[in-house]
């Protein structure tokens, strides 16, 4: 199914027919069947509704250069639910597709039940996607090193041999900018996702008064988001649990899906 927007298009897949309705966003680099484990194992209690990210899967942005903005992602939101009227809803979201699940539930609080955010970007500022987006000179800067793959390769070498980040983290950059196909979706996600960021204080403070319960499931050993971030968000929710895995980054969704089947925290009351 589809959604047309601004010349853009967002495809989403609905899974199961359960009472239970969610809302999924996948990871970097993947689309909407990394949530398979999920669509099996949930099918008689829940309803899911499974969105491929833009420049991701079948879904498609106007521009690589034009931001996504919250008020354009309400505005979606907007379309979907004309098609689809859920009166209450949970949203799950892993790694950069959790920018979508927070933007979801920080427009639409009052109808999200729980929030499943697994090794969540958004959450914790990121130096590296900061200083390659935060600028029109550093995102010309950026957009020199897709193109020339070189100086992405010589640039992770140095910061690893300086210490500056860690080999494994190298190493997942190194995969997803191996290809010009990765590293071109590399580009255009991290510049039409920047604007999907959250006053964490104004984000909660939203969550606690609709009484929305947020379940943070992170790898203890996961080197693209680290664990160590999350409690300070979580300090200022009022229902929450943290579930921390012997865990990297990768797996961390079919790891998770005992926390959906039976949530460490219920749904607030819907009625």
């Known amino acids: 199914m589809f959604i047309p927007y601004k010349g853009s298009v967002l495809f989403y897949t609905r899974q199961g027919h359960g009472p239970e309705n969610m809302l999924l966003f996948h990871g970097f680099g993947q689309d909407h069947h990394a ?32 931001p996504i903005q919250k008020a354009d992602w309400r505005a979606i939101l907007e379309l979907f639910f004309a098609q689809h009227p859920l009166q209450h809803f949970s949203v799950a979201g892993y790694s950069i597709g959790a920018r979508f699940a927070l933007a979801t539930a920080e427009a639409l609080p009052e109808r999200t039940t729980t929030v499943f955010l697994i090794a969540p970007d958004g959450i914790t500022g990121n130096t590296w996607y900061s200083l390659a987006t935060g600028t029109a000179p550093a995102r010309r800067l950026f957009y020199s090193m897709i193109a020339h793959h070189g100086r992405f390769l010589s640039t992770a070498q140095a910061l690893r041999s300086m210490r500056l980040v860690p080999a494994n983290l190298v190493k997942f950059a190194s995969y997803h900018m191996s290809t010009e196909e990765r590293r071109r979706r590399v580009y255009a996600a991290w510049i039409v996702f920047r604007r999907l960021t959250f006053s964490l204080r104004a984000l909660a403070a939203g969550l606690n008064a609709h009484r929305v319960g947020v379940v943070m499931i992170v790898g ?52």
């Open 35 to 66: 949530f398979d484990t999920w669509t099996t194992a949930l099918a008689n209690t829940h309803t899911l509704y499974i969105v491929d990210l833009y420049y991701h899967g079948q879904s498609t942005w106007s521009s690589p250069d034009t």
């Open 220 to 271: 203890r050993h996961d080197p693209v988001i680290r664990a160590d971030g999350m409690p300070r968000f979580l300090r200022l929710v009022q229902r929450h649990h943290l579930a921390t895995l012997d865990a990297g980054h990768s797996g961390l969704i079919a790891r998770s899906l005992s926390l959906v089947q039976q949530p460490p925290i219920g749904p607030r009351p819907t009625s």
